[in-house]
């Protein structure tokens, strides 16, 4: 059922994202069709858990729907990180001071395949604590919320929590808490 991929070229090269214009032949009718797809790096979602049963999570401003949102700690896998849990180390330190002894691989989900070609890494982040402050970059402005675990479901099923990767974060982490 692969398409097979007859022609690509870059149409745009930004900084966090490339979008490129692939031809592809269908397996079934042999005809070619246009796509277009946005190339960007892995990415890592944490759910970091404090010995006091609190999720650590952050609300900002997200540009796309221009609104400010409740999410896990989450970020881009940099050149620089020698693996995913490293990337979710820093991410989780950077982001809200806070580390934990281990990250527990979750698992690992496309973001989006219909347009997308990277992954989302997941990962529980088990006796989370604060260890110093943030180190935010110059395109963050970020607030740190404690939030007991018994609510965490209801803030997803009001909408609260409506980023779609925090939320399948925090359903992959919610039985193992």
């Given at each position: 059922m692969d398409w097979k991929l007859v022609?690509?070229?870059?149409i745009l090269r930004r900084r966090i994202f490339n979008v490129w214009q692939q031809r592809r032949r269908s397996p079934r009718t042999g005809q070619e069709h246009e796509f277009d797809v946005l190339e960007t790096s892995d990415w890592v979602n944490v759910v970091p858990v404090t010995p006091d049963r609190r999720v650590v999570l952050v609300r900002q401003f997200r540009h796309g729907i221009g609104q400010t949102t409740l999410e896990v700690p989450a970020g881009l896998i940099d050149p620089a990180d020698v693996s995913p849990t490293h990337a979710g180390a820093r991410e989780l330190r950077e982001e809200t001071g806070y580390a934990a002894a281990d990250l527990v691989p979750l698992g690992v989900v496309h973001p989006n395949p219909a347009i997308?070609?990277?992954r989302c890494?997941?990962?529980?982040?088990?006796d989370a604590c604060r260890v110093g402050e943030v180190q935010w970059d110059h395109t963050e402005e970020i607030a740190v919320e404690l939030v007991p675990v018994g609510e965490i479901g209801p803030l997803i099923e009001s909408g609260e929590i409506s980023h779609a990767l925090a939320v399948t974060a925090l359903l992959l982490a919610l039985p193992r808490l």
């Open positions: 022609s690509a070229e870059l997308q070609n990277n890494h997941i990962f529980l982040a088990r």
